[in-house]
């Protein structure tokens, strides 16, 4: 799924995305200097924050000398070219933000917000790391599981064939069958 070294790309975007939620923690984690290093050390060059309502703001910065380029936004009405285009995903544990970087075959880490009551979203990126397909972390243990990932570990999520559901469905509203 990933691969560690993709240096022939000049341009390796990491993209984080806290969704709609409010979520400066996971923001506040990657705007910090150690992991703006780790990723730079790990050969990315961008780093774009997509920051939802937060009111945290990240330091922007033009990159070069050592260093990454960074930009931020709030919303989008679609981040399909932001994910389309990055080496990296750092996503908040909302179910549509992972399925989304596993369809395109990312490499992704989830950060767990643990400020959420009834937290069905950590037992999803846990179940889902376990199983190898993304790295689960929280904002505090960011910039280690940076440190520590290899992208080759990774296995492909398997794509479901919707068919038989939608044949079941269709035979229990009375449809014909095809």
């Given at each position: 799924m990933g691969n560690d070294?993709?240096?022939?790309n000049s341009k390796r975007v990491v993209f984080v995305t806290?969704?709609?939620?409010?979520?400066?923690?996971?923001v506040r984690a990657v705007d910090t200097e150690e992991v703006k290093r780790e990723l730079f050390a790990k050969g990315y060059t961008h780093l774009l924050i997509q920051i939802?309502?937060?009111?945290?703001?990240?330091?922007?910065?033009?990159g070069g000398d050592g260093s990454l380029a960074v930009d931020y936004f709030t919303f989008s009405s679609s981040i399909a070219e932001s994910l389309k285009s990055a080496s990296l995903v750092i996503s908040h544990a909302g179910s549509g933000s992972i399925f989304e970087s596993l369809r395109q075959s990312k490499p992704l880490i989830v950060v767990v917000n643990e400020d959420l009551m009834d937290n069905h979203q950590a037992e999803l990126a846990e179940e889902l790391a376990e199983r190898?397909?993304?790295f689960c972390a929280h904002p505090q243990t960011l910039c280690n599981t940076i440190s520590s990932m290899k992208l080759n570990s990774l296995l492909p999520y398997p794509t479901g064939d919707?068919?038989?559901?939608?044949?079941?469905?269709n035979r229990f509203l009375g449809f014909p069958e095809d």
């Open positions: 070294d993709d240096s022939m806290v969704g709609t939620t409010l979520f400066d923690a996971l939802g309502r937060g009111s945290y703001k990240p330091t922007k910065s033009a190898r397909h993304l919707a068919k038989p559901v939608a044949k079941l469905i």
